[in-house]
T-cell receptor, first 109, second 117 residues
Framework: DAKTTQPPSMDCAEGRAANLPCNHS???????VYWYRQIHSQGPQYIIH???NNETNEMASLIITEDRKSSTLILPHATLRDTAVYYC??????????FGPGTRLSVLP | GAVVSQHPSWVICKSGTSVKIECRSL??????MFWYRQFPKQSLMLMAT?????????EQGVEKDKFLINHASLTLSTLTVTSAHPEDSSFYIC?????????????FGPGTRLTVL
């Protein structure tokens, strides 16, 4: 079973920041928070992952709360091509990735 | 980096025939690859874990004699759907584990859409 809770859908205006929340209140100390996204009819695309510290790469930023019970994926300047289903996954090294229903992000012109 | 390809991207076959799907890691070696299945409007479901040079590990409810997995090299895994039936029509996605830097991030292929008539 997925260990995360995400809103089923969100809208964001093109050019604005998209902030996607994820709750993972039962996360354990050595579990990472991973984010993937899936554009329609494609395989999932890795975005970012983190353990405790905030992380940033060329695609997004990941903000993890100090108690690690929730996180936020930030797409700083959303474009129409960012429309996708975003999956937040709590993952322990060596375990399977379990995909929940994710958040369907619609970037609107 | 970390690119995974799948071939074919889509296939249509008649009921009772077998279909082979290839998954390749293009710029890294993958000791472990995974096969997922995704039905319309649903999330990805893991079917099996494929380790190079050994037998695959199947998830509960997945028939190993129907979904044959071969992982003969560090860059190639194949999934063969034997005696396909319409209920096997689905989106099949592979992933490869890039096991460096003490993480096991999975990188996914673009998927193969199988339609069985």
């Amino acid at each position: 079973d997925a260990k995360t809770t995400q809103p089923p859908s969100m809208d964001c205006a093109e050019g604005r920041a998209a902030n996607l929340p994820c709750n993972h209140s039962t996360i354990s100390g050595n579990e990472y928070v991973y984010w993937y996204r899936q554009i329609h009819s494609q395989g999932p695309q890795y975005i970012i992952h983190g353990l405790k510290n905030n992380e940033t790469n060329e695609m997004a930023s990941l903000i993890i709360t100090e108690d690690r019970k929730s996180s936020t994926l930030i797409l700083p300047h959303a474009t129409l091509r960012d429309t996708a289903v975003y999956y937040c996954i709590v993952h322990n090294y060596g375990q399977n990735f379990v995909f929940g229903p994710g958040t369907r992000l619609s970037v609107l012109p | 980096g970390a690119v995974v390809s799948q071939h074919p991207s889509w296939v249509i076959c008649k009921s009772g025939t077998s279909v082979k799907i290839e998954c390749r890691s293009l710029d890294f070696q993958a000791t472990t690859m995974f096969w997922y299945r995704q039905f319309p409007k649903q999330s990805l479901m893991l079917m099996a874990t494929s380790n190079e040079g050994s037998k695959a590990t199947y998830e509960q409810g997945v028939e190993k004699d129907k979904f044959l997995i071969n992982h003969a090299s560090l860059t190639l895994s194949t999934l063969t759907v034997t005696s396909a039936h319409p209920e096997d029509s689905s989106f099949y996605i592979c992933s490869a584990e890039e096991g460096t830097r003490n993480t096991d991030t999975q990188y996914f292929g673009p998927g193969t859409r199988l339609t069985v008539l």
